[in-house]
């Protein structure tokens, strides 16, 4: 059974950080994708940043210049650094891995960015 824990978030000032992780059960993360999204109330699920199995990120122009992907394949787990912090960085962030037609998600974790 996969399994998916994201962990991390929390409250925070805006300008502040966060790192928010994955961990990963069940699977072997090595030839996924794997990426971040995030939900805000009453909006729809949007993508943060994706890595792929070499390595290669992608960031969503939101995220560009503030948030680091990585991912550790020793640990089977994913990370996203987030660095200055607005309140519009607020939402539920949720961990998700994919690979053909296996497309597997966290149950997500609480980001509020508030002074």
């Known amino acids: 059974q996969v399994q998916l824990v994201e962990s991390g978030g929390g409250l925070v000032q805006p300008g502040g950080s966060l790192r928010l992780s994955c961990a990963a059960s069940?699977?072997?993360?090595?030839?996924?994708?794997m990426g971040w999204y995030r939900q805000a109330p009453g909006k729809q699920r949007d993508v943060v940043a994706t890595?792929?199995?070499?390595?290669?990120?992608y960031y969503s122009d939101s995220a560009k210049g503030r948030f680091t992907i990585s991912r550790d394949n020793t640990k089977n787990a994913m990370y996203l650094q987030m660095n200055s912090l607005k309140p519009e960085d607020t939402a539920v962030y949720y961990c998700?891995?994919?690979?053909?037609?296996?497309?597997?998600w966290g149950q997500g974790t609480q980001v509020t960015v508030s002074a």
């Open positions: 998700n891995v994919k690979r053909f037609t296996s497309n597997y």
């Open positions: 069940g699977i072997i993360l090595r030839p996924y994708v």
């Open positions: 890595i792929t199995s070499d390595g290669s990120a």
